[in-house]
Each structure stands twice: as structure tokens, then as C-alpha cells.
């Protein structure tokens, strides 16, 4: 038996066939297995796009036996895959999607290159056809399986139209395991040439399909991802030898037992080196290290991706702390070593200062989390970050924490963190580069120590589109104009939004309400307004109309009263009947039934129009000014 790794390009592009058993199970990936692919592939992609990855990628084993029939002069060598033929098809489906999203987008070169891991040279003595094929699957699959390497999009859905709707679209549930793979792979390729994302639930208000507009990016993209598998991803590859016991060692290396994290390597490694060294590493263990071995730790973190537990991110989150630079998620074990050995020298002289410059952020990460002291400013700030499901600040949060600022300068700081998250969203700037965004902040702190003053000055630097701070008056326009009910209507972005300028709304004598658990956003004109609210010149709703005039109101209005001028918070659901009559009906039920600050703008107001929700905008809009300030007017409040 021999085991050595290889990147996938080394495994692919010899001329031999993999043969799956005929024993052996029929594809089986489903989005389970195939997101995990998907996002460690991509993670590559987007290091390729920025500069050489750092680390390689191991994707796991794959065991090869003598493919039975030894070797012959002129014959492609056929080799018998024993385990991870699941792997090796997923990869001949993503190449086969990579090829075919490239050919639609007018790409060249990148199918030629693709088929040079989908298919050998065939020699002289091939007598079978199947003989061009990399890989040969199981016989259940290898029709399917073979007419994806070699037909395109079109051929498949004539071949195999019992799957597909009439408009080309795949009948997910009722498709082969391999076809549905292969579409999954194929539109999520599509989509990250086209946004630049993994995921397309991830893309936010002002996400433009850039690789449209930009074709040389959406080609940067495809080889990135090419480059990505078959130059960054490794297999370990077990080759056995006649008289190895195959079944055996596929035994062993699927054994069910609980997968390693990051940190438990770390761990492991930490507490090794303590030994060697002679440190007592169980009194360290208790005293240092005993933190992180409570449930806390080993729960999902609930608003970071990817779906990892707590101690990984956290670990993720200190290492840019300490360092300033990003940090990939799925190198988690490589990035500590290359922290802890930078240049292979020991970053630490014991390993007692290791732990400590671990452990020390224990209890900000905690507090982040919604576990520390309700009144402090961290607090505060990870309440604010929870609302926006941000995590990607928290490295920035533990600087400043270990800063030992004052709390007014640290409370500043934090306010301008969120202050730049929410205006950015309210403007409707993508928010997918915040990783980027706060990974240079960090940068910058570490260079130059935290401070309000760098943190202005950070930002000053920051003028691109896909980074820069909105300024007041982009702040004011899109406060009457962004439809932000649609754009939030899901979390708690929304409810924070109108929680702010519900405290912004008191006076000194108004009582010191705590936020409700539970907040209803409430439209003052509802979106049911065709029978109870008169277009402002008398006129009642006819949809029917022809008249271009009474069109444009129409629109105007199904426009307006999503804006932050028609909305306000209650403390309960108001009564359906209520909610949807007329405006009487409304103030009434919103003074007889809430006791929020924001609610008192209406009772003095005879009717609900236009021309109200614009003058209520307006008056918002000058309250989100100082709410979410820009650095320049915070850091000279």
C-alpha cells in the first residue's frame, strides 16, 4: 500500500480509467454534500481571484486497487476505485457545469481545458468506447453519468425530456441524482460568475450582476474556479497493492466517529508542543484551555457562515485580530500554524503566552454573543451586529476591547461600525465586502492602534462603490425614496431601523421604555389601500383605468408607502380591520394602543397622503443623520 497526496489535476490528467465496482453505490450527493463542496471550492476561488491561496485544500481519500485485467501495451490503464468514486464523479459533473456555463457566456479556452480531465487520448488498442471516459461509473449510473461529460445543455434536455419542464427547467424531485447534481452545479456557477457569490441567498439590496456587465471578470471568475479545484484541492490518494485487503481499510477510514474541528486540532498540537517543552501542560489545561470545553463552544455559530461551531469561528476572529489579515475557514488548522510558526520560528516563547493570546478574547467573543453584561458597549454592539447577522466585525471588537480605551471612546467606535453597516444597507450598497472592509480596519489597528482618529481616517482611504461611507445626503435621499419594508421585511434589520428612531423620538421626560420582545412594523397607509385611501386629489382606486395620469399615482403610491415615511412600530398587532381602514381608524387604534414615542407624530395629523409620508420622511431622514453618523461628524461630536 502507498499514500501520497495529489492536487486533483495530478489524479486527472494521466490517460487511465477509473472503474467504480459494480458492487459499489449508485451517485448519491445531494445538496448536503454537494454545498460543502461548493464553498470550499469557491473559498479557493475567491483566494485565486485575490492573490495565490495560501494553503491547499484536502477533499478527503480515494482508494485504488489494480484494476484486474494488469497492464497492457497500447491499452488506456483502467484502475479500480474502491472509495471516493462519489468525489471523483462530482468532480467530472463540475467540470462537465464549469465547461458548459463557460460556452454560454462565450469564454473560450476553458473547454478545452476542461476536457482534458474529462476524457483520455484513447490509444491504439482501446476495443471499448467507454475507454475515453476518465471515469466509468457504476453501471446504474454510467449512461446518465457519460451523457453529461459529452452532450451540452440542449442534448440533455432532449435525451432525458421526461425530466425537464416545457420551459427547460429540471423537475428537481423527479430527476436522477447525477442530473439534478449536475443542474445545482451549473446554476451555482452561473451565479457566482455573474455576482461574485457563493450563495445567491447571500446577494443584498445593490448586488449587481458585475460579470454581466464586466465580461473579462465573469472569465476571471471561471478560471479562478478551475484553477481553484484542480490546482488547490487535494486528495489523498491510497493506492493497494495486489496483496492489500480493500475492504478493510474502506472500513477503517469510513469509521462513523465524531469528526475533528479546527480547534481540537489546535488543541492538540498546543498541548503536545507543552509537553516537548516540559510546561505542565495539565495545569494549563485546567486553567487556561478548561473555558473553551463548555456546550457554548461547540453550538453552531448562529449568524456566521459557514455553518461551523462557536470555538471555530472564534478562532477564525482572533487569528485576524492578532494578525490583520483574513483568514480561511477551511485552512482553520494551517492558518493557526502558520500563526503560531510564522516563517517556522515560534511566534511564542512558552505556550502559556500561546493560550493566553487565545483565551483572552474568550469572554468578548462570549459578550458579542449575547452572554456578557447587558449595560457594557460590547453589549450594545452585539445586539446591533445580531439584527444585521454580522459576525465579520467581531476581530475589530476584540481589538478594541484589549485596547483598554475609555468606554466613550470604545462605545464610538462601536457606534461607527454599525453606523457603517446600516447605512450602507438603507442605501442599498452590497454589504459583501465587509470581510474585506473590517480585515483592513483590523490592518490598520494593528498597525496604528484603535482609535476613533484611525477609524475615521480608515475610512477616509475607502472610496470605491463597493466600500465607501454614504454621506448625509445619500443618506437623506434613500431614507424617501428605498422601498426598505420589501427590502427588510424578513429579521430584524427592519425593526432596528424603527427601534433607533423610536429612541430618537423621546424627550428627556418620556419614559424609559426597554425595547419589546416582540415589535409589529406597522404601514400607517396599509398596502390594502384601494378602498379606504383616496389618491390625493379625491380620486378613489380604479386599477382599470387607462388614464396615464392616474397610472403613474397608482404606482407612485404602491411605491411610497413602503418607505420608512409610511412605517412605525407597535407593540401589538393592530386589529386586520383597523390595520387596512381609513386613516380616523388608524390614529385612533395607534393612540389608544401604543405607548411608543414614534406613534405621537400622528395624532395631530387630520389626513395620510403623499404629501405626509414625505414630510414624515424628511423629518426621519435628519434623525438617521445623527443616528448612524459618518466618522468625520462622530469622531467631532
Same mark, same amino acid.
Given at each position: ?59 478527503? &481519500?480515494? $482508494? ?49 481545458? +476542461? ?9 491504439? #488498442? ?22 453529461? $461529460? ?36 451549473? =446554476?451555482? $456557477? ?57 475492504? +478493510? $481499510? ?13 480547534? =481540537? ?58 494578525? #490583520? ?84 471612546? &470604545? ?42 482618529? +484611525? ?36 429579521? #430584524? ?11 430618537? /423620538? ?7 421604555? &426597554? ?20 389618491? /390625493? ?20 403610491? =404602491? ?47 387630520? /389626513? ?30
Amino acid at each position: 500500500m502507498d499514500a501520497k497526496d495529489y492536487v486533483v489535476n495530478e489524479v486527472l490528467r494521466d490517460p487511465r480509467r477509473f472503474m467504480v465496482p459494480i458492487y459499489q453505490r449508485k451517485y448519491q450527493w445531494t445538496e448536503a454534500e454537494l454545498a460543502p463542496f461548493w464553498h470550499d471550492v469557491v473559498a479557493k476561488a475567491d483566494e485565486a481571484l485575490e492573490g495565490q491561496p495560501r494553503f491547499q485544500h484536502y477533499m478527503g &481519500a480515494l $482508494i485504488l486497487a489494480p484494476g484486474g485485467d494488469g497492464y497492457s501495451v497500447g491499452v488506456t490503464p483502467r484502475i479500480q476505485v474502491v472509495d471516493g468514486q462519489q468525489r471523483l464523479t462530482t468532480f467530472q459533473l463540475f467540470l462537465a457545469a464549469l465547461r458548459e456555463v463557460a460556452a454560454a457566456r462565450g469564454v473560450d479556452g476553458i473547454g478545452a481545458s +476542461v476536457n482534458n480531465y474529462l476524457f483520455n487520448q484513447t490509444m491504439s #488498442g482501446d476495443i471499448d468506447p467507454l475507454a475515453r471516459f476518465k471515469l466509468s461509473p457504476t453501471p446504474a449510473d454510467r449512461t446518465l453519468v457519460h451523457d453529461i $461529460i459529452e452532450l451540452k445543455r440542449e442534448g440533455l434536455q432532449a435525451k432525458y425530456r421526461e425530466y425537464y419542464f416545457q420551459n427547460g427547467t429540471l423537475r428537481a424531485g423527479a430527476a436522477p441524482t447525477p442530473l439534478a447534481a449536475y443542474h445545482r452545479l451549473y =446554476d451555482r $456557477i452561473n451565479d457566482y460568475v455573474l455576482y461574485g457569490l457563493a450563495d445567491v441567498d447571500q446577494r443584498e439590496i445593490g448586488d449587481e450582476p458585475d460579470g454581466d456587465t464586466d465580461p473579462t471578470l465573469g472569465a476571471n471568475r471561471l478560471h479562478a474556479l478551475l484553477q481553484a479545484l484542480l490546482s488547490h484541492m487535494k486528495l489523498v490518494v491510497i493506492s493497494l497493492g495486489e496483496g492489500d485487503d480493500a475492504q +478493510v $481499510i474502506f472500513e477503517t477510514l469510513n469509521s462513523k466517529g465524531k469528526p475533528l474541528l479546527a480547534m =481540537d486540532l489546535v488543541r492538540n498540537n498546543i498541548f503536545h508542543r507543552a509537553e516537548s517543552q516540559g510546561e505542565a501542560a495539565e495545569g494549563l489545561y485546567k486553567r487556561l484551555w478548561g473555558t473553551f470545553e463548555e456546550p457554548f463552544w461547540e453550538q453552531i455559530a448562529p449568524r456566521a457562515r459557514p455553518s461551523r461551531p462557536r470555538i471555530d469561528h472564534f478562532l477564525s476572529h482572533v487569528l485576524m485580530a492578532q494578525t #490583520g489579515t483574513a483568514t480561511s475557514m477551511r485552512e482553520l488548522y494551517a492558518e493557526y500554524r502558520a500563526f503560531a510558526r510564522p516563517k517556522g520560528k515560534p511566534r511564542f516563547e512558552r505556550v502559556e503566552d500561546e493560550l493566553l493570546a487565545l483565551t483572552r478574547y474568550a469572554p468578548a467573543y462570549r459578550t458579542l454573543e449575547g452572554e456578557g453584561d447587558s449595560s457594557s458597549p460590547l453589549t450594545w454592539l452585539g445586539t446591533k451586529l445580531a439584527a444585521w447577522e454580522i459576525t465579520s466585525a467581531y476581530p475589530v471588537a476584540f481589538q478594541v476591547e484589549e485596547a483598554g480605551l475609555n468606554p466613550s471612546e &470604545a462605545k464610538l467606535i462601536y457606534r461607527m461600525l454599525y453606523s457603517y453597516v446600516v447605512r450602507r444597507a438603507i442605501c442599498g450598497l452590497t454589504n459583501k465586502n465587509l470581510n474585506g472592509v473590517f480585515q483592513r480596519l483590523a490592518s490598520r489597528f494593528l498597525r496604528d492602534g484603535p482609535s476613533a482618529d +484611525v477609524f475615521a481616517q480608515t475610512f477616509a482611504d475607502q472610496t470605491g462603490p463597493a466600500v465607501r461611507f454614504p454621506s448625509d445626503d445619500e443618506l437623506r435621499v434613500a431614507i424617501l425614496s428605498n422601498p426598505l419594508y420589501i427590502w427588510f421585511s424578513k429579521g #430584524g434589520r427592519l425593526p432596528d431601523i424603527l427601534w433607533e428612531f423610536e429612541l430618537a /423620538s423621546r424627550s428627556k421626560f418620556s419614559e424609559a421604555m &426597554a425595547r419589546p420582545e416582540n415589535l409589529w412594523i406597522e404601514h400607517v397607509m396599509p398596502k390594502a389601500w384601494d378602498t379606504h385611501w383616496p389618491l /390625493s386629489d379625491g380620486r378613489i382606486l380604479d386599477r382599470s383605468s387607462n388614464d396615464p395620469a392616474l397610472s403613474l399615482a397608482i404606482a407612485e403610491r =404602491d411605491r411610497i408607502i413602503h418607505t420608512v415615511g409610511n412605517l412605525t412600530l407597535t407593540t401589538d398587532s393592530l386589529n386586520i380591520s383597523l390595520s387596512n381602514g381609513g386613516f380616523e381608524a388608524k390614529k385612533a387604534a395607534l393612540e389608544d394602543e401604543s405607548l411608543l414615542a414614534l406613534n405621537k407624530w400622528f395624532s395631530s395629523r387630520s /389626513s395620510w397622503d403623499e404629501t405626509a409620508i414625505l414630510e414624515r420622511g424628511r423629518h426621519l431622514a435628519e434623525r438617521a443623520v445623527a443616528i448612524w453618523p459618518t466618522p468625520a461628524a462622530a469622531v467631532t461630536a
